[in-house]
């Protein structure tokens, strides 16, 4: 009979394997994109993470994770990627058996729009701290919204896949036991 304790600790502990994959799967796992940008699958373990586990453990593993690999590769958006990638986990639900449920496929499209409109306000933000005038700012921080829509996009079907071939596997069972 496991305790609440050791329930704790395992939380902890898979949190901590999931920061590690979300940092990785960021900062080396990337795909280019003909807007000059790159697909990552980062986001994807970001949803599996919230999928899994209860939201706090879900939201740190996602905020350490993305923090990590800006620190890795683009250390300049670091806080405004622990900010967005904690709220990419929130609105997952780890609930029952199952990673892949209806709710969870649609959760992808909020998530989504956070980082589209996360990163274009990072972009913003970083260009106007850097002397550009207003127009041109914002300018270069819709031309961004392509490029971050394709990243929310390929995020979900990789979510999907996965999550789909992890159920199949019971892999959540198999890790949590009777944990919750």
């Known amino acids: 009979m496991k305790t609440k304790h050791s329930a704790h ?14 940092a990785v799967m960021t900062a080396f796992v990337q795909i280019k994109t003909p807007t000059g940008g790159y697909v990552h699958l980062g986001d994807s373990m970001i949803y599996l993470t919230a999928s899994f586990l209860p939201l706090p453990f879900a939201v740190a593993a996602s905020a350490i994770g993305g923090g990590i690999a800006d620190l890795l590769v683009y250390p300049e958006t670091i806080i405004y ?46 260009q106007l701290l850097a002397g550009d005038s207003f127009h041109s700012a914002l300018v270069n921080a819709l031309w961004k919204m392509p ?23 019971d892999i959540k069972k198999r890790m949590l036991g009777k944990t919750r």
């Not at 600790?9 to 979300?22: G, K, N, W």
């Open 81 to 126: 990627t622990i900010i967005i990638k904690a709220l990419n986990a929130v609105f997952f639900s780890s609930k029952g058996d199952k990673l892949l449920t209806k709710r969870n496929a649609l959760m992808t499209i909020p998530s989504g729009l956070v980082t589209i409109v996360g990163y274009s306000i990072s972009k913003l933000i970083r």
């Open 147 to 169: 490029e971050n829509s394709i990243q929310a996009v390929a995020s979900a079907l990789i979510f999907i896949l996965i999550a789909a071939a992890f159920d199949r596997a």
């Open 9 to 22: 600790t395992l939380h902890i502990v898979i949190a901590a394997m999931f920061a590690a994959m979300i």
